[in-house]
């Protein structure tokens, strides 16, 4: 019953189920891995696993969907961070005994971005954990997290889910046609919730039709690339996504144009245009383009005046 919804991971799935059959449930746990892999959904689903019994399941499995379980707590990110006042809040709970279930669980998403100040806090628990406590935190990198926290919790990392997995998954689900489930299985990079956003954006391939569009639109004049200075500006919020399709079809292109069509091209749906793009750029300025995109991903990451980065890059584009 539980996890059935899940794609992946099978073996955490049933370390997870083993866990509680044997009676050999951990005090704390890092769920670890890359961003959209499901790893919050995971961790819901123990939670579920472990304060519903079959008495009233689903009754209980529909207070800990809602959010409104008297043993289950979960902290996001507040702003930029999850701070001192949330953790203090955990504190109060699991110093509570439990009211319905057996155990109380927190789940903590996004853990890498406590303050220090937090992870010290929550350090305190881990220490001394009661007996009932559960503790769950879900992160990209446990690197991040204080030694000394990563010490006191299992850590288990979550793996990228296979492209045909996605692909029946996104094509049973949607009903969309099987090439059109191969591409977003590929563009997901293995991340199930990446694939699932990607088929349910309204606006995505609009934004990837004129990305894959701009190596062309860099050799067709000035007015083409105010145009690229205004689509980049406009999708500032989402500048991440935007670089990471464009990077994805500059490394298609010299793929291309060094070893022809292959199995290691993500956007295989584009094939047109790449050969039509590499009529009029080379290797050698795709090399240039790639390099200046991730100097300039770079830049904005140390939080370098956006609109200058962005003028810089399309300006050294232009001389490559």
């Known amino acids: ?157 979550f793996n990228r889910v296979r492209r045909d997995e996605i692909s029946k998954f996104i094509c049973d689900k949607y009903s969309v046609e099987e090439e059109k489930g191969k591409v977003l299985s590929i563009l997901s990079d293995g991340a199930v919730g990446k694939a699932i956003e990607l088929v349910e954006s309204k606006t995505y391939n609009e934004k990837r039709d004129f990305v894959i569009g701009i190596p062309r639109m860099i050799t067709e004049g000035q007015l083409k690339v105010i145009r690229i200075n205004k689509f980049l500006n406009d999708n500032k919020e989402n500048i991440s996504e935007i670089f990471g399709i464009l990077r994805s079809w500059l490394r298609d292109l010299l793929f291309y144009f060094e070893i022809g069509e292959s199995d290691l091209l993500v956007n295989i749906d584009y094939i047109f245009d790449m050969r039509e793009q590499l009529k009029y750029i080379d290797g050698e300025k795709l090399i240039k383009y790639i390099k200046i995109l991730d100097h300039t991903e770079d830049r904005i990451s140390r939080n370098v005046n956006f609109n200058l980065a962005i003028d810089n890059m399309l300006l050294n584009w232009q001389e490559v």
């Open 1 to 157: 019953m539980f996890f059935n919804e899940l794609l992946g991971n099978d073996n955490i799935k049933e370390f997870l189920n083993r866990s509680i059959e044997s009676d050999k449930i951990s005090h704390s746990y890092i769920f670890e891995g890359h961003e959209s892999l499901g790893k919050f959904s995971f961790a819901m689903e123990y939670a579920k696993q472990l304060l519903c019994s079959s008495e009233n399941m689903n009754y209980c499995l529909e207070k800990v969907e809602h959010g409104n379980h008297p043993d289950l707590k979960i902290i996001e990110i507040e702003g930029k961070s999850i701070k001192n006042k949330q953790i203090e809040s955990f504190q109060e709970f699991v110093q509570i005994k439990p009211y319905e279930a057996e155990k109380k669980v927190v789940i903590i998403n996004d853990a890498e971005k406590m303050t220090t100040s937090a992870q010290n806090r929550i350090l305190k628990v881990l220490e001394e954990p009661p007996s009932y406590g559960v503790i769950i935190l879900v992160c990209k990198n446990s690197m991040e997290l204080l030694p000394t926290i990563k010490s006191r919790c299992q850590l288990i990392k």
